[in-house]
């Protein structure tokens, strides 16, 4: 089971994730956001830094030349686009670091198969959270993961929104063949931006 935590603003917390063998770290660039890097995290030694983790920029509707100087000062290896953002620029963004598409499901959503069809190509994963105003992390509410057992996908993906460190359990129940990860943010908390290791141990732990 991959895990990724979304929402780091602190490189001391970075390098305890690694050390912690976590599979994702999510770095948001989305300026409304409460977890925004904006200038808490220093491009160099991000960049320079020799994790195993893989580092993802998650953006909201970004311009392409934003994406890629972030690419570039991070050394971003995966991109998360949280957005409207068209399959386009997942294609060409894909030739540069890997993508994760964002999904935002109703509990009334009835096609998964239908919504994700134009991305299937031009994308490496896909992530369904539960549909919000773009908070990223801040709602801290689940959709009906069994709205996905009707769709085949097809394609690796992550579970998103809500999810705790009393949830472990229901993360091993859940079966769907590409079910792939699980993205935590808001809930493993001191303050926003600012994770509780314990937590994320705990949960780990819990998902053996």
């Known amino acids: 089971m991959n895990i990724k ?14 050390g ?4 994702f770290a999510g770095l948001i660039f989305f ?30 509707n970004p311009e392409m030349i934003d994406v890629l100087d972030a690419i570039d000062d991070y050394g ?14 997942c294609e060409d963004l894909s030739s540069e670091v890997e993508v994760i598409k964002v999904f935002h499901i109703k509990n009334s959503t009835e096609d998964i198969d239908k919504l994700i069809a134009a991305y299937d190509a031009v994308c490496d994963y896909y992530l369904f959270d539960k549909a919000t105003d773009y908070s990223i992390g801040g709602t801290g509410e689940q959709f009906d993961w069994n709205i996905l057992n009707k769709a085949k996908i097809e394609k ?47 949960f780990k732990m819990g998902l053996k």
């Open 31 to 60: 300026p409304d956001s409460p977890r925004y890097v904006g200038d808490k995290l220093s491009k160099k030694e991000v960049k320079k830094a020799d994790f195993d983790l893989k580092k993802v920029g998650v953006f909201v």
């Open 156 to 202: 690796p993906f992550f579970l998103s929104g809500g999810i705790g460190p009393e949830d472990a359990a229901k993360v091993k129940a859940f079966k769907h063949p590409d079910f792939f990860g699980v993205d935590i943010n808001s809930r493993f908390e001191t303050a926003p931006g600012v994770k509780d290791m314990s937590k994320v141990l705990q």
């Open 76 to 89: 971003l290896d995966v991109v998360q686009l949280h957005g409207d953002e068209s399959p386009d620029m």
């Open 20 to 23: 912690l063998d976590i599979d």
């Open 5 to 18: 935590v979304c929402g780091i603003t602190e490189m001391k917390q970075l390098q305890q994730l690694d």
